[in-house]
């Protein structure tokens, strides 16, 4: 009996060995998840930043719209300023309305002005003719004679060389587009 | 009492479990935010890249197209097509067709396919005469010092050069002289292929042109081939009218005067065209179409008088054996010279009025050259053409 009574009462704890071993273990389990999950956050923001940071995503849309605009102009004309701050390409804004003997056919009815709004960071591209409206395109552009002329022009091809920052991505976005309307 | 007992035992396992499976979710949540973030990358890039390429295979489409039109034999009841063509070193394809439109010219259609991406470009065609060139070669360009080039009646145009060249150097413009427009070279030529020498100026730009110029061969027509051959007068003068005339050769001796007088005078000469020193060739009226199975040569002295002052009223043809046309007019020249393999050799000591194409060009001496801006206006079914964009859109 007094057996049986002893056995039930003892209850085996752990001893401090054991506890400062399970401790440790636990620690050095924690700060391994703990850097781990700590890497993962970094990574997914840098991942998140490279693909929806204002730099890519402008860089997106202008190098489309540039490709759009520049594609369809004409090879008649193609205007630029001395420094390559800015783009002039002509079009037709219906390119299928076209007669050889009727010669409001044969120039283009609208345009495209490409440019870096003055003492500004944004680029626009701004619509005119029989089209007409303002979009602007980026808003980190980062104008320096160390990068060169943003747009240049050769022939029919049309060169875009555009430098953006946002003060946390940076990208130097180019792009060249041939243009195919006579 | 015994599972109450069990129970009480067993009860102290602690958070362990919530804590490990709390990690697991936690860690798995970050896994599929991060795999979606990427994947999103992923999936902008990928469908970009598939519709360049859907793009890329649509314009090539298109210049294939083009390609075939000026190239190949076809009719308006057997136009150029193409279904489902891989683009080399691609997984993209493309497509075309060609339809007549109505404004006489062709449309073209274009498809590109890439991975369930598809571009459409159109194009509507029509033909380009070669005589919208001033001067068009396959190869090189000479121009010796201070030479003149304007355009003529109207003064002051524009006038395009052309080569397909992209050897540098191929072309080569001799100081004091100044081109009133632009200078084309080949496909994927650099700014070395124009030298130009102190003090001359070009007005326009030097770029490389998107394709080169397929220049259709010379075909004799019919009724020239199936005229009797025709015995040449060798010396003295003589007079030829009116209608087709086909000679085995033509020798102007010294001081000979050949006439050219009626309407439309055509010749075929199947050998070689002489002037000799002092000779003439002289239009009175009417044109003349000459067709040159062998080389041309007018010697000093000689002189080629078109009396209309219209570039196309002498209209020169070099077929695919005329490998060389040299004048030396000591008046001045109305002329327009069509000889795709042959090399063209401007002496003349006056001025020369019309349009050169060849193989290379070079003229010789310091003189001035006017393009006929008229020769732009010839009806070009009938003239050496080609097709051309006229306009683009895409879809």
Request: charged share 20%; glycine share 10%; hydrophobic share 35%.
């Amino acid at each position: 009996m007094y057996k049986k009574r002893t056995s039930r009462k003892w209850k085996p704890g752990f001893s401090l060995v054991e506890l400062i071993a399970a401790v440790s273990a636990a620690l050095v389990l924690i700060l391994g998840i703990g850097i781990m999950l700590a890497h993962s956050q970094q990574g997914f923001n840098r991942m998140y930043k490279r693909v929806h940071s204002s730099v890519v995503e402008d860089a997106y849309s202008t190098r489309r719209t540039f490709d759009r605009v520049v594609r369809k102009a004409t090879t008649q004309r193609c205007d630029l300023a001395p420094d390559g701050s800015e783009l002039y390409v002509y079009y037709y804004r219906d390119p299928t309305h076209y007669d050889p003997t009727d010669p409001s056919t044969l120039t283009p009815d609208s345009y495209a002005r490409f440019y870096v709004e003055t003492g500004g960071k944004e680029l626009f591209v701004e619509y005119g003719g029989n089209s007409s409206g303002r979009v602007r395109l980026a808003r980190d552009v980062q104008m320096s004679a160390s990068n060169g002329p943003l747009f240049s022009a050769r022939g029919r091809t049309v060169y875009m060389a555009l430098p953006l920052d946002n003060g946390k991505e940076t990208m130097f976005v180019t792009s060249s587009a041939v243009r195919h309307n006579k | 009492m015994k599972i109450k007992r069990m129970l009480s035992r067993n009860n102290c396992g602690g958070l362990v479990l919530p804590l490990v499976a709390t990690i697991v979710v936690f860690i798995f949540l970050i896994g599929i935010a991060v795999l979606k973030v990427g994947f999103g990358g992923r999936y902008i890039a990928a469908m970009t890249s598939t519709q360049i390429a859907a793009r890329s295979a649509a314009d090539a489409g298109l210049t294939l197209a083009l390609h075939e039109m000026n190239n190949t034999l076809w009719s308006d009841s057997a136009l150029p097509s193409a279904g489902d063509v891989p683009l080399p070193n691609s997984r993209a394809y493309y497509s075309y067709s060609v339809a007549p439109n109505t404004v006489g010219g062709y449309t073209i259609t274009s498809t590109g396919k890439r991975d369930g991406e598809t571009r459409y470009v159109f194009a509507m065609t029509s033909r380009t005469l070669l005589w919208s060139y001033a001067i068009a070669v396959d190869g090189s360009l000479t121009f010796k010092p201070k030479t003149t080039i304007d355009t003529y009646p109207d003064a002051a145009g524009e006038v395009d050069i052309r080569t397909n060249s992209t050897v540098p150097g191929a072309v080569w413009l001799g100081p004091d002289t100044h081109i009133p427009g632009d200078i084309v070279v080949g496909p994927g030529g650099a700014d070395d292929v124009v030298q130009v020498k102190a003090s001359s100026e070009i007005d326009g730009q030097v770029y490389a042109a998107d394709s080169t110029i397929d220049f259709p061969p010379v075909t004799v027509p019919a009724d020239l081939l199936s005229m009797p051959l025709e015995d040449p007068c060798e010396t003295g003068p003589w007079r030829i009218t009116e209608g087709p005339h086909r000679y085995r050769y033509i020798d102007r001796k010294q001081g000979g005067t050949l006439t050219i007088s009626g309407g439309v005078v055509s010749i075929y000469v199947e050998g070689t065209m002489q002037l000799g020193n002092g000779a003439k060739l002289e239009i009175e009226n009417g044109s003349l179409l000459l067709y040159l199975g062998g080389d041309f040569t007018a010697d000093n002295t000689s002189d080629i008088i078109n009396a209309t002052g219209e570039a196309s009223r002498l209209r020169m043809y070099g077929t695919a054996t005329c490998s060389k046309i040299v004048l030396r007019n000591s008046v001045a020249f109305y002329g327009a010279v069509y000889a795709p393999n042959a090399d063209l050799y401007i002496h003349n000591s006056a001025a020369s009025y019309g349009s050169f194409i060849g193989k290379t060009f070079e003229m010789k001496n310091s003189g001035e050259f006017y393009y006929d801006t008229r020769l732009g206006e010839m009806d070009p079914t009938s003239e050496p053409s080609f097709f051309q964009v006229q306009r683009w859109w895409e879809r």
